[in-house]
């Protein structure tokens, strides 16, 4: 019974996986027949998935704490925008490259310690810093005189806009990320916080200090994103990762994380979630799907994930 | 276990993810091959196109075009859109792959390369955030690339004249957009008119076509007035004043005066009320709107006599705005101006491009219909939202596939509704 | 065996049972069982952990259905479609876990689903109506220090409970189910439960009654029912009560060696290990002194409200003093981190809630109390080291699992403990606070419990037990403080006089 009860929870938690397989299956088969160049396909998919990734992969940190942030998306834009600017100053892409680490985590940082400061849930302080961010996109954009866009010339990026730095960017981040969440104290007590706040504060976990790291975490992935979003697209605009911020939530919920965060919160939700959602449109696109019906079979295929992801734990009658 | 099972699974998408860039310059060879494909046919096709224009073309193979969607909810997009999905696209073998909404850069590339995947033999763009950056990228893929509406400026258009896969942009150029606003200014001028307000659009995020409308409605004043505007008062120094300023001052230009002016989309509340205010500035005569105006200032001029005058398409809002008196004047697109860009892009994916006679891209100009009052907007309306007879049927374009560049630009050029009219 | 008792003639049968057999997967929680409830009988139900005492009851008040058998009530066809529908009819329950809503009033939570009811004539709800009937509802039932104003989520756990009690029996049922519901009561709560099951009893209705604890079942009910393993073993009538036997066939086999310790030993060393220094905390603490000696095992007992259970907050720095100090040898515990870092351990009362997750695997919840302990270089968390940690810690205790990556929540109440324990007991703790460790854990669990208590104070470690009951208290304890009102009033050391009645004098 247990053996069979096992097997039936990991076929529960590997669904967001099989979804993924079953796209990337529908996507080849379509592809055939369709004469689509799948070899192209590919590449397009990492490209249009990548940055959304990234940031979600982070973004899993403070989902687990059963928290999450608004501002993901602003945040990016901010960095990257700053980035762009650090380049057009200096010329140096590694200086870009920091810049927008950094200017990501402080982003991130504050949002958290602010929150601890006047004890309030880190997504209050989120949406706060999201109007504070989006104000400052349009501020960064006057500032720097053109008045709708900061280009950073493409050649200085093309050396980098392959697929193999993105996917270098992406494994090294989710390597790291993997790491702390499944192999140090930190993912633990995450995990432990996010699913029962009381029980880890009897635990002598802080709240506030694993928010910090969570927010710290996932600052370096808003960072490489928008890194990555200079790299692949340089002319930089007002709605430059505009779409960023809500594409995180669902590739994150896509993926097979609980909102609810806790203990089966999984880090490779954020990389599954985004590559699945990328294969979903690219397959509406194969069969012409006008984007109006595209976005509703999109919707309920997304409820369906979610549903049959879910499922084990909304059906549960225990036996007492 | 089932970590491991996790993890082993993920590493194999990587592993996927890494074989199809593996396979990717052999993807890249694929669009390679089809391009000299295209050249031979290119050459097959030019050279009895020279002898013979109008050549027959293998249109037997359905031709997927991509097209970059920068707006779909405005009147203009929609008046195009609708042009494209329900008389273009039913009377040609092809198969139009629509993005969704364009909002960035990012989004541009994204959606090319998703029209790559696709294996779509052009892409024609209604998204300017980058064009550059498009064009770039689809002939690096070997597909061809055209510009929609609008133009491109003259320095970008020398770096890209003699790229074989740019077809070309067909649009109002500048100097159509100085006159256009020049035109409408004129026409209240003419009438006496001599209190006016401006509503600038785009001007405070230096869109080019809308100073260049502001700048003919000011040199018109300029003309009429007998004065000058901040010190300008030809038309060039007017140009630099309002790039210098990206706004427009209020006050006298001679005999003639701006009374009001609101730029901007900001579309919040005290914006709306600015719009309310300038509407009901005393005396005001006449909003000159280098874009959408009925919209902003209709309702806060209805039962006065000020009159309303906009740039934009035909679209049925506009319609009801003449009757309504909300709106006097409209400078409008026709929805059948994007048929020849089509032409010229479909024609070049047959292997038959249309260039200049040194072989560069297409660059021509085409304007707006004026409608000034509620009949002749009707009588316009009926013809460009005609989905069986619209201004440029089916036989009209088809006289244009594979042709020499003389005979397209003469096509082009003659673009009012009445020279239309008799080609038909 | 079957219970032979002569039925009074207003003992009829209002509820029958027969061959009812229910399976979760392909665990058998019920196996063929048949049973009879009367009116005028207040019927107990006892059985360890997993017995399938809950199931049977849960599934005559509707809370799920069975796999095979038939049910009768009023001498009609039984099946209700769920809880609400059995309640309709007449068959109400009092779970375990608690049921209300915590963000609305005690009124709304009563009539929720049936505020309707109290609209005036402009369609709005009469609020006031509605409050006067919950508390005359509630006063019916002898509670009245509840207004139906009150948020719920205010309340505290037994005042919830109190409150899911008047909910039930504002309906009036003919046939009522209290499933362990003692378990969270103090005294008063548990009389107000005593009261409502002799009124039914007397009003000729009928009560199933379900509790671990054995004296109390044994006071309150008329006959008792033993169940083990999902079957009926015997049924008892009051006058065959007799606490060895009905333990007996409780666990299926004798109770053997001692049940509490046998010595009456106190002696501990004179070392202070953890002391609370002049604390103050409103009305739960005022100017405490108190000292846990290394080896010792200290009790504290006294009613629910009398500040003990802040007591052991305060003493792991999960609750903060206003004033004064908590030390542990001689270093301020300022938070639940330094007490860790102390080796203090801590057993909530409110064990669900505040020491488990529950929906996280056994392991997990073992392995986070003690990451310290096999994290190398503390930090890194290996798997292997891991799973071994939380395996010793399963075999240690008798954890009962299938594997210790089921979700703690699909474990009995003792097991449930056992695990609380283990991730406690497994980082090396030397002082464990226990908050009522014995709440909701059947015999056997306990007795193993009492045992590694005693064990670990020999080891030299320090025990401080809170506990409502007189009995684990006497039969534990090195020493014995009673708490009234946030202040010590009595103190006991260990001794084989020592009996209830001296110290309920200075509880009351």
Known sequence: MMRKQNFKQQVINLTPFMGLLLLFAVFMVLGTIKDINVAYGMKTIVNQSIVVAIIATGAVFIYTLGSFDISLGASAAVSALTGGMAYNATGNLFVAFLVCIGLAVMISLFNSILASVFNLPVFVTTIAMLSVLNALVLVLIRLNGTGDEIAVPSAAVKPLDTIGFKLVVLIVYWCLCAFVFCFTKIGRKQKLLGGNPICAKLTGISDKKMAIIAFAMAGIGVGLGAFVSIVYAPTLTRNTASSVGMDVIIAIVFGGMPVSGGARSKIQSAVIGAFSMTFLSQIMTILNLNSGIGQMVKAAIFLLVVFVATFNQRNKMLPR | ????????????????????????????????????????????????????????????????????????????????????????????????????ELTDAAGEKSAIDTFITNNCKAVISFSSFDRMAQLEQCAGAGIYYAVATGTLTDDEYAQVKDNEYYVGAIGPSLEIEFQTGYDMAKYYLDQGKTRFAIFGGAIPYYTEMHIYRAAGMLTAMVEAGGGDYQGASDKDAIIGKLFETASIETGSIGSVEILGYVGGYDMDDAWFAKCGQMAQTEGLEVILAVGNGSDFFGSSIAGTDVKIASVDAYATAYGEAMEGGMLDYLAGKFSASIGPIFIATYSATLGAPIRTEDGCALALSQGYWVATSAEQFNEFYAVDSSTEAPAYTKNMLDTLLGTDYATFEAFVSKYSFEEIQTMQ | MKRERQDKMENKVIVEVTDMTKMFGSTVALSEVSMVVRTGEILGLIGENGSGKSTVTSIIAGMQKANAGKMTYKGKDWEPVSMIDALEHGVGMIVQESGTVAGITVAENIFLGEM?????????????????????????????????????????????????????????????????????????????????????????????????????????????????????????????????????????????????????????????????????????????????????????????????????????????????????????????????????????????????????????????????????????????????????????????????????????????????????????????????????????????????????????????????????????????????????????????????????????
Request: proline share 1%; with cysteine.
């Open chain 2, 1 to 100: 276990m089932k970590k491991v099972l996790a993890l082993m699974l993920c590493f194999a998408l990587t592993i996927g993810c890494l074989t199809g860039c593996g396979k990717a310059p052999a993807g890249e060879e694929a669009p390679a091959e089809g391009q000299n494909e295209t050249t031979e046919e290119q050459e097959g096709a030019q050279a009895p196109e020279n002898e013979d224009p109008g050549v027959e073309l293998d249109m037997s193979k359905t031709v997927k075009i991509g097209v970059l969607v920068s707006d779909s909810t405005t009147a203009e997009s929609l008046a195009f859109q609708s042009y494209y999905k329900d008389y273009i696209a039913s009377n040609y073998n092809v198969e139009l792959v629509y993005s969704d």
């Open chain 3, 116 to 508: 309707s009811g109290f609209k005036n004539k402009a369609g709005l709800i009469d609020r006031k109506a509605m409050n006067r009937k919950t508390e005359e509802i509630l006063t019916n039932i002898g509670i009245d220090h509840i207004k139906g104003d009150m948020i719920c989520g205010s309340l505290d756990f037994q005042d919830r409970k109190l409150i899911e009690i008047a909910k039930v029996m504002s309906k009036n049922p003919e046939v009522l189910v209290v499933d362990e519901t003692t378990t969270a009561l103090s005294q008063k709560g548990r009389e107000i439960i005593y009261e409502i099951a002799k009124k039914m009893k007397n009003e000729n209705r009928a009560v199933i009654f379900i509790s671990h604890d054995l004296d109390e079942i044994m006071n309150v009910c008329d006959a008792l029912t033993v169940l083990r393993d999902g079957k009926i073993i015997v049924t008892f009538s009051k006058d065959e009560f007799d606490e060895d036997l009905i333990k007996t066939s409780m666990i299926g086999r004798e109770l053997k060696g001692d049940y509490y310790r046998s010595d009456y030993d106190g002696s501990y060393s004179d070392e202070t290990v953890l002391e609370i220094v002049d604390g103050n905390l409103g009305n739960q603490l005022i100017h405490f002194n108190l000292s846990v000696h290394k080896g010792e095992i200290l009790g504290v007992g006294g009613l629910s409200h009398c500040g003990m259970h802040t007591l052991g907050k305060v003493l792991f720095g999960a609750t903060k003093l206003e004033q004064g100090k908590v030390l542990c040898e001689g270093r301020e515990i300022k938070n639940e981190a330094d007490a860790m870092k102390r080796k203090i351990g801590y057993v909530s009362k409110d064990r669900d809630v505040e020491s488990l997750y529950l929906n996280a695997s056994i392991k997990d919840n073992i392995s986070v109390g003690g990451l310290d302990a096999f994290a190398v270089k503390n930090f890194l968390i290996f798997s292997g080291r891991e799973k071994r940690y939380a395996q010793k810690q399963i075999e240690d205790l008798s954890i009962k699992c299938g594997s210790m990556e089921h979700y703690v929540s699909t474990l009995s109440g003792g097991n449930k403990q056992k695990v609380v324990f283990g991730k406690w007991i497994g980082r090396g703790s030397e002082i464990l606070i226990l908050d009522c460790p014995t709440r909701g854990v059947d015999i056997g669990v306990k007795q193993a419990m009492y045992q590694l208590m005693y064990k670990m104070k020999k080891e030299g470690k320090s025990i401080v037990i809170i506990s409502e009951e007189m009995t684990e208290l006497i039969g534990m304890v090195d020493r014995l403080v009673i708490m009234k009102n946030g202040m010590i009033t009595g103190e006991f050391q260990r001794s084989s006089k020592l009996n209830e009645t001296d110290i309920i004098q200075s509880m009351i």
